[in-house]
Nanobody
């Protein structure tokens, strides 16, 4: 049974920082890609950042220069360091683990339960 457990969310003032963690119960975690998505009330879930097994990263334009995704394979954990937070970053943040096949199609994926991030003064 694969489980993804997020933590690190909370209330922070504009301009502040938070670091989210996603611990994955999965053998051979180092072979998996992981992404952070977010979903604000009334909005669709959107991709914020991803990291593949080689450590290559991608970012949505709205987080570039402010968020950093990184992984620690020894701890089966992926992090999302969030700096210069804005009220519009308020959302539930979800961890997503997946594997792509040679056609770049997801073979499988798993989701965490989400962690709330609220940016407000």
């Amino acid at each position: 049974q694969v489980q993804l457990v997020e933590s690190g969310g909370g209330l922070v003032q504009p301009g502040g920082s938070l670091t989210l963690s996603c611990v994955v119960s999965r053998s051979n975690f180092n072979r998996e890609s992981v992404a952070w998505y977010r979903q604000a009330p009334g909005s669709l879930r959107e991709l914020a950042a991803s990291i593949n097994k080689q450590g290559d990263t991608t970012y949505a334009d709205f987080v570039k220069g402010r968020f950093t995704i990184f992984r620690d394979n020894a701890k089966n954990t992926v992090y999302l360091q969030m700096n210069s937070l804005k009220p519009e970053d308020t959302a539930v943040y979800y961890c997503n683990m997946y594997r792509l096949n040679i056609f770049n199609v997801r073979q499988y994926e798993y989701w965490g339960q989400g962690t709330q991030v609220t940016v407000s003064s």
